[in-house]
């Protein structure tokens, strides 16, 4: 597991295969109010064959079978190298893994794809600081609606790690927040008055 090729920080199985099976044994299938888990594997390597030693590892794991109890305990998505996640989806079925897609106007449609990992500055000038413009939060708007009227879902990477770009994806419905500032972030969701 690393981001770059200078920071290895361990293996997949380890860091996170092996504690999330362990915590998903623990609770059973779901938890009572449905949350899942949701793991999020980004292939940075270009090589197809990493996808073989991926299947034969996830499929050690009832959680990553489709036909096994603990099923809808996970959603694992595959984001990252575009041709590499695809084919992995698109040739092993019997493993509940989906991809995202990084690019918004040539994929929506194909069903593979569940969500979308769109990079905020190609889309939006907004840096997070005092308000959004009117015409980028129309058009943020547009984009999440249209992307959940098609049963998918939304995250963006980039952003601005700012209470003012959290307070914006919830108030459009953004479906996943990534933040550096996880800490901050809970505080911050915990302080909310939900409605």
């Given at each position: 597991?690393?981001?770059?090729?200078?920071?290895?920080?361990?293996?997949?199985?380890?860091?996170?295969?092996?504690?999330?099976?362990?915590?998903?044994?623990?609770?059973?299938?779901?938890?009572?109010?449905?949350t899942i888990f949701l793991l999020?594997?980004?292939?940075?390597?270009?090589?197809?064959?990493?996808?073989?030693?991926?299947?034969?590892?996830?499929?050690?794991?009832?959680?990553?079978?489709?036909?096994?109890?603990?099923?809808?305990?996970?959603?694992?998505?595959?984001?990252?190298?575009?041709?590499?996640?695809?084919?992995?989806?698109?040739?092993?079925?019997?493993?509940?893994?989906?991809?995202?897609?990084?690019?918004?106007?040539?994929?929506?449609?194909?069903?593979?794809?569940?969500?979308?990992?769109?990079?905020?500055?190609?889309?939006?000038?907004?840096?997070?600081?005092?308000?959004?413009?009117?015409?980028?939060?129309?058009?943020?708007?547009?984009?999440?609606?249209?992307?959940?009227?098609?049963?998918?879902?939304?995250?963006?990477?980039?952003?601005?790690?700012?209470?003012?770009?959290w307070r914006l994806a919830l108030?459009?419905?953004i479906d996943l927040i990534n933040?550096?500032?996880?800490?901050?972030?809970?505080?911050?969701?915990?302080?909310?008055?939900?409605?």
């Amino acid at each position: 597991v690393s981001h770059t090729n200078t920071s290895y920080r361990g293996h997949l199985k380890e860091l996170y295969l092996d504690p999330l099976h362990q915590r998903i044994s623990q609770i059973g299938s779901i938890y009572e109010d449905g949350t899942i888990f949701l793991l999020w594997i980004d292939i940075k390597d270009t090589n197809s064959a990493i996808i073989e030693h991926l299947y034969r590892l996830l499929k050690q794991y009832p959680m990553a079978d489709k036909q096994s109890q603990y099923k809808n305990s996970v959603q694992i998505i595959l984001t990252g190298n575009e041709s590499v996640k695809k084919l992995f989806v698109s040739r092993y079925h019997d493993l509940n893994v989906t991809c995202d897609s990084n690019t918004l106007s040539s994929t929506f449609s194909e069903n593979i794809y569940t969500w979308y990992a769109l990079n905020w500055t190609e889309y939006f000038q907004w840096t997070g600081k005092r308000y959004i413009s009117a015409d980028e939060l129309t058009s943020v708007e547009e984009m999440v609606t249209k992307i959940h009227h098609e049963n998918k879902k939304i995250r963006f990477y980039n952003v601005p790690d700012s209470q003012e770009y959290w307070r914006l994806a919830l108030h459009v419905g953004i479906d996943l927040i990534n933040s550096d500032r996880v800490d901050d972030l809970a505080q911050y969701l915990r302080n909310i008055k939900w409605q």
